[in-house]
């Protein structure tokens, strides 16, 4: 039976919310006044919702029951049921909105005939709206968010009048379609074990939530959830994980924390414990892990299953032959070539990129070593950042590398993955982060990507700064931070052996001026300084004329003239 409850007879004068507020402060109070209510003693169920109350009972006598005393009881307390509304000893009946019968729920056809019936909307106002009579039944429809995504598409252009595409239009009507053909969906059992069919296309967390029902098995729910913007810009294989984490959240709003066997066509707990650390941030792939890995109430099978149907029929699939592991290295390498593990017989090099400020002053270095050698190092303009350096020496590293065969270690997260994994992301949407803004240093990483082509063989491995390892990998390791840093010194300490002007000019002036050099190493030196100024203002083309003037200036115009005039 399911009753309408539309009303008390008096109202609280107190109520502050007035009748804006009324229906919550109605289902609140009707709870409070339920709790108080004795069921009679045969089996049964009763739920409420606000003003609208299910009650659920195995036999007709117990319905009938449960019905007269309810009944009563809400007369005693001051509530009036509407007639019109109730439904008494059915087998199926309307509430909330869905039919519901023994053991399945379906949309009620009065929904789904008004939304058939809802002409296209010409405004954003106009589509929200229809958006929101649609998500209420997205656990009806298969690929609601695949449906719905180019419909989306129109309000992003922040115009408030909408323009309708050919994709737009045919969506909207493949969606009306699928409301009024929607099936059946089963109740709830919590005794019968759950399985879950999780898949992802074009960005969107697909799943099916089902129970068996003899040899076949019943949807329970469809999901249909969109991935954040991070997750979108993994490779096919980690937004599966993605995906099948998202869906189990779902279903565990459905499950009650029973057992749930997910079916899956990769292999994503082997890609969630390999190369989830190339893309995912510690904190998500802790959070992956403890949905997936931890939870005793999970369970993945990797299939061959790619389709709803398939799995509906009851099918347990076949072991799949996909390798996520190899497809994600060949997709989303920089270099066809390039590998994250060891070359066997190659030389071993380490980068290492340093930025420190000392006493207010920043000091940047990079240096490319051997476990034993320094190959190169040198400073870096004192505005690099550490991030920077790093990409700047094993851009180094790569350059030299031209023509050989060599593994690289490099203590930075960021630099090893630029080369292993997100050249791909950024040749499909620019050099743009998740946010749509430009990324950082993107002329080095343009640099560092070219570079990566010039070695015969190369591998790049990511090893931890200052990690207790091998002995020859820890001593090239120390030995690189150690040489970044010594590098970044190195223009200050080149700043310190400059005299400067003044300096130079009253040293010369005492040595030539006390040995009577006048006529020969001033006019020596003249021609030099000239000669050196000719030169340098060549290679400066059309601004000639300024360069000479600089170099005069730094010079500094009056002791450049009473130096000419010395001999005079």
């Known amino acids: 039976m399911r009753r309408g409850l539309t009303e008390l007879i008096e109202q609280p004068a107190s109520d502050s919310g007035g009748f804006k507020n009324s229906p919550t402060l109605f289902g609140e109070q009707l709870a409070k006044d339920l709790e108080s209510w004795e069921s009679p003693p045969e089996e049964g169920k009763l739920l409420q919702y606000v003003d609208d109350i299910l009650i659920a009972t195995r036999m007709k006598e117990a319905c009938v029951a449960w019905t007269v005393s309810l009944l009563n009881f809400l007369g005693l307390q001051g509530y009036r049921v509407s007639t019109k509304k109730a439904q008494v000893v059915k087998q199926k009946v309307v509430y909330l909105g869905y039919e519901i019968s023994a053991g399945q729920q379906t949309l009620g056809q009065d929904r789904k005939e008004a939304i058939s019936q809802t002409p296209r909307p010409q405004t954003v106002k106009e589509l929200r709206t229809f958006f929101g009579m649609t998500g209420w039944c997205r656990l009806w429809i298969h690929s609601y968010g695949l449906l719905v995504k180019p419909l989306y598409a129109l309000i992003t252009n922040g115009s408030r009048n909408l323009q309708w595409t050919k994709e737009a239009t045919q969506a909207f009507h493949q969606l009306k379609n699928a409301l009024m053909s929607a099936p059946a969906l089963g109740l709830l059992n919590v005794s019968k074990p759950f399985f879950l069919f999780s898949h992802e296309k074009q960005g969107i967390a697909l799943g099916i939530l089902a129970q068996d029902l003899g040899p076949y098995r019943r949807a329970v729910a469809y999901f249909s959830k ?46 969630l414990e390999v190369k989830s650390g190339h893309w995912l941030s510690p904190q998500r792939f802790l959070n992956y892990q403890a949905i997936m890995v931890e939870q005793d109430d999970v369970e993945i099978v990797v299939t061959n299953i790619i389709n709803p149907a398939s799995f509906l029929s009851g ?29 066997d017989d190659p030389e071993t090099w380490f980068t290492d990129g340093s930025s420190y400020v000392i006493s207010g ?139 400067g002007i003044d300096a130079l000019y009253n040293y010369l002036i005492e040595k030539i001026t006390a040995r009577n050099l006048n006529s020969t190493v001033i006019q020596d030196i003249i021609r030099g300084l000239d000669n050196m100024v000719t030169k340098a203002s060549t290679l400066q083309g059309q601004n000639e004329k300024r360069f000479n003037r600089n170099i005069r200036n730094r010079i500094g115009g009056l002791k450049w003239n009473r130096f000419r005039n010395i001999n005079e």
């Open 226 to 271: 969109q991935l954040d913007t991070v997750a979108k810009g993994w490779p096919g294989c980690l937004r599966a994980v993605a995906a099948v984490v998202m869906n189990i959240q779902e279903a565990h709003k459905f499950t009650l924390g029973q057992k749930i066997t997910v079916f899956v066509s990769y292999t994503v707990p082997a890609v």
């Open 315 to 343: 099918s347990q699939g076949e072991p799949v032959h996909h390798d996520c592991l190899e497809t994600i290295e060949d997709s989303y390498s920089s270099c066809p070539d390039l590998k994250d593990t060891p070359l």
């Open 361 to 499: 002053k920043r000091h940047a270095g990079y240096a490319v070593t051997t476990c034993r050698k320094v190959i190169e190092s040198g400073p870096l303009p004192t505005d690099t950042s550490a991030q920077k350096a790093e990409i700047i020496a094993l851009t180094r590293a790569l350059e030299i590398a031209k023509g050989k065969k060599v593994n690289i270690y490099t203590d930075s997260r960021y630099a090893f993955g630029v080369v292993h994994t997100r050249e791909a992301i950024w040749k499909e949407r620019g050099l743009l982060n998740s946010q749509g803004k430009n990324i950082k240093h993107s002329q080095e990483i343009l640099r560092l990507l070219e570079a990566v082509q010039l070695p015969e063989q190369v591998a790049t491995m990511h090893i931890k700064a200052l990690q207790k390892v091998s002995s020859e990998l820890e001593e090239g390791n120390e030995l690189t931070d150690r040489e970044a840093k010594e590098a970044a010194k190195v223009r200050e300490e080149h700043q310190k052996t400059h005299w």
